[in-house]
């Protein structure tokens, strides 16, 4: 067993090896039928639950962008509260089956997501613009100019 990958072909098969190309499948061998197992195991994938979302602050603005692949813009939902709270949520549904498929794998999520933001006092909640493209959801909040007090000197006496 070789713990350096083979570059040049030659690729060993190797549940102990790390480099291995292949995935071992725990159910492989389980003598249930595809669709006893289907009906034990749902198909909604936790990945999609949890979206990732990441978010920037720019000078001007708070940026939010969320990876949503084969999402239309009528599939997602965006809202905000009145105590500063940005909200992304949506759903996809699960690809209908066919009595004939016999699934080998499903990786791609499916089912609602929904994630929540509490933004800071510089928000300014009512300008929130929106838009996708590509599969990637751009949420911008503006942000107010935070004035700094006046500082104003004392001269001491005495």
């Not at 939010?64 to 996809?92: C, M, N, Y």
């Amino acid at each position: 067993m070789s713990l350096i990958p083979s570059f040049f072909g030659n690729r060993r098969s190797n549940v102990y090896d790390p480099f291995s190309l292949d995935v071992w499948d725990p159910l492989k061998d389980f003598p249930f039928p595809s669709s006893a197992l289907s009906a034990s195991f749902p198909r909604e994938n936790s990945a999609f639950v949890s979206t990732r979302v990441d978010w920037k602050e720019t000078p001007e603005a708070h940026v939010f962008k969320a990876d949503l692949p084969g999402l239309k813009k009528e599939e997602v939902k965006v809202e905000v509260e009145d105590d500063r709270v940005l909200q992304i949520s949506g759903e996809r549904s699960v690809e209908k089956e066919d009595k004939n498929d016999e699934w080998h794998r499903v990786e791609r999520s499916s089912g609602k997501f929904l994630r929540r933001f509490r933004l800071p006092e510089n928000a300014k909640m009512g300008q929130v613009k929106a838009s996708m493209e590509n599969g990637v959801l751009t949420v911008t909040v503006p942000k107010e100019e935070i004035k700094k007090p006046d500082v104003k000197s004392i001269e001491i006496s005495g």
